[in-house]
T-cell receptor, first 108, second 121 residues
Framework: SYELTQPPSVSVSPGHTARITCSGDALPKKYAYWYQQKSGQAPVLVIY???IRPSGIPERFSGSSSGPMATLTISGAQVEDEADYYC???????????FGGGTKLTVL | QLQLQESGPGLVKPSETLSLTCTVSGGSISSISYYWGWIRQPPGKGLEWVGS?????????NPSLKSRVTMSVDTSKNQFSLNLRSVTAADTAIYYC????FGSGSYFDYWGRGSLVTVSS
């Protein structure tokens, strides 16, 4: 079965840049998406189609993708960005949807 | 504004069937541009896609759950449903329903608030 691999945790100081990676064999051909999930809440889409921010998402959130790796970058991380982040994509057949294991971002 | 709301029992006994319904408001479930999905999250763990269905009943299921999952859609009620058979404690999770948008890729853009289902005798 298809898998997306993320680091379990990332730490960053307030105002600094956080980068969260996601690797998967199909990413060279399939878009990556990123969700933010704060404690007790449903996930919120913060990046779609590799690098597009939905309306209402702060500009400090950006995405990129190169080969089998996608990256979520938070430039000037804020305390309120502390959350779990999940990458998401679809397998090479286009039939099966997959979430990465999630990365806990700590801002302190 | 599109809204989704999960409903169903919060407690299910082992070996029985978990049944949940998602009611969609503020938009039509019959749109050809969308699928409708279920995603679950065991307590303290990550997100797992369960399955997706379109307005005509065409389905895609997670291979790891495929033998136990059935999804259905009721366009007259603007609802879609999930049945998960032969549940065990490992099926205890928050179950989210969500709209799946298709552009150049596919992704879940609107989510319900989630429904906690506990499997226990």
């Amino acid at each position: 079965s298809y898998e997306l691999t993320q680091p379990p945790s990332v730490s960053v100081s307030p105002g600094h840049t956080a980068r969260i990676t996601c690797s998967g064999d199909a990413l060279p051909k399939k878009y990556a998406y990123w969700y933010q999930q704060k404690s007790g809440q449903a996930p919120v889409l913060v990046i779609y189609e590799d690098n597009i921010r939905p309306s209402g998402i702060p500009e400090r959130f950006s995405g990129s993708s190169s080969g089998p790796m996608a990256t979520l970058t938070i430039s000037g991380a804020q305390v309120e960005d502390e959350a779990d982040y999940y990458c998401y994509s679809i397998d090479s057949s286009g039939d099966y949807r997959v979430f990465g294991g999630g990365t806990k971002l700590t801002v302190l | 504004q599109l809204q989704l709301q999960e409903s169903g029992p919060g407690l299910v006994k082992p070996s029985e069937t978990l049944s949940l319904t998602c009611t969609v408001s503020g938009g039509s479930i019959s749109s050809i541009s969308y699928y409708w999905g279920w995603i679950r999250q065991p307590p303290g763990k990550g997100l797992e896609w369960v399955g997706s269905i379109d307005y005509s009943g065409s389905t895609y299921y997670n291979p790891s759950l495929k033998s136990r999952v059935t999804m259905s859609v009721d366009t007259s009620k603007n609802q879609f449903s999930l049945n998960l058979r032969s549940v065990t404690a490992a099926d205890t999770a928050i179950y989210y329903c969500a709209r799946e948008a298709f552009g150049s890729g596919s992704y879940f853009d609107y989510w319900g608030r989630g429904s906690l289902v506990t499997v226990s005798s």
